[in-house]
């Protein structure tokens, strides 16, 4: 898996894009790209990323799959690196943690960077540290004013 993810990441890269997620499910048959770029991903963007994705795994990699998908990973995106939690800097995002702090694992907050190998949210007033380690599932959770 993670010679298939170093494969893709590097692909999406040297076209322009941002690989934000990859998932394979219904037991290895479905591949799941979500690409992003800074100023939002269209249908061509997924277009293009999709077949020069086709081409690649048809080449580079032994892969038995039977769709490929290309999106993009939406409003509610995928939060997985470092790199992540410091370009949606002041956003708010849901952490789910694998041990808890304070006796908690489901945090919500605003964003406020990173130092070292720790995400920092504030969270109900207070400024929590996450080391990236211990995060188990993160995402933006868009506000939708009326």
């Known amino acids: 898996?993670?010679?298939?993810?170093?494969?893709?990441?590097?692909?999406?890269?040297?076209?322009?894009?941002?690989?934000?997620?990859?998932?394979?499910?219904?037991?290895?048959?479905?591949?799941?790209?979500?690409?992003?770029?800074?100023?939002?991903?269209?249908?061509?963007?997924?277009?293009?990323?999709?077949?020069?994705?086709?081409?690649?795994?048809?080449?580079?990699?032994?892969?038995?799959?039977d769709r490929l998908e290309v999106s993009s990973p939406g409003m509610d995106r995928v939060l997985k690196k470092l790199a992540d939690f410091e370009r949606f800097k002041g956003e708010r995002a849901s952490v789910k943690l694998r041990m808890p702090l304070d006796a908690r694992?489901?945090?919500?907050?605003?964003?406020?960077?990173?130092?070292?190998?720790?995400?920092?949210?504030?969270?109900e007033g207070e400024l929590y540290r996450f080391a990236l380690s211990n995060i188990d599932k993160a995402r933006l959770s868009p506000e939708f004013k009326r």
């Open 105 to 123: 694992k489901n945090f919500l907050g605003t964003i406020d960077g990173t130092e070292k190998d720790t995400v920092l949210l504030l969270c």
């Open 1 to 65: 898996m993670e010679k298939l993810e170093t494969l893709i990441e590097k692909t999406v890269q040297q076209l322009g894009y941002e690989l934000a997620d990859l998932e394979i499910s219904n037991r290895g048959k479905l591949l799941r790209v979500y690409i992003d770029k800074p100023d939002s991903v269209t249908i061509d963007d997924c277009t293009l990323v999709s077949n020069h994705l086709g081409h690649v795994l048809t080449v580079e990699q032994d892969l038995d799959y």
